[in-house]
């Protein structure tokens, strides 16, 4: 089970690379791959990253621990998973 504290520290590791920063909406992101996946609010957050992974190769999931903030830039090659403190996924992943 993911603790706060363990989520946080994996938070703070990932190190992020846009792929295409000059894209700014989803419509830019178009590839040929899934780009939202509300089937997995409530999910095991590790189970959602390789489900998200799968059907998205191109993306790079990052966890984010309940009350934490995230960057306001828009990235094709990024999905945020924002998790409870139960290890669950809040909210519907999306590209972005």
């Not at 059907?55 to 990024?78: A, H, L, Q, W, Y």
Request: glycine residues 6%; proline residues 5%.
């Amino acid at each position: 089970m993911l603790t706060s504290n363990k989520l946080l520290k994996i938070h703070k590791e990932m190190s992020f690379h846009c792929k295409n920063p000059e894209c700014n909406e989803v419509k830019c992101c178009v590839n040929g791959y899934k780009l939202v996946w509300p089937y997995l609010e409530g999910v095991d957050a590790h189970q959602a990253k390789d489900l998200i992974e799968r059907d998205n190769p191109e993306v790079t999931v990052e966890f984010v621990p309940r009350g934490k903030s995230i960057t306001k830039d828009f990235c094709c090659n990024r999905v945020w998973v924002f998790v409870d403190n139960n290890g669950r996924v809040e909210g519907v992943p999306m590209v972005g």
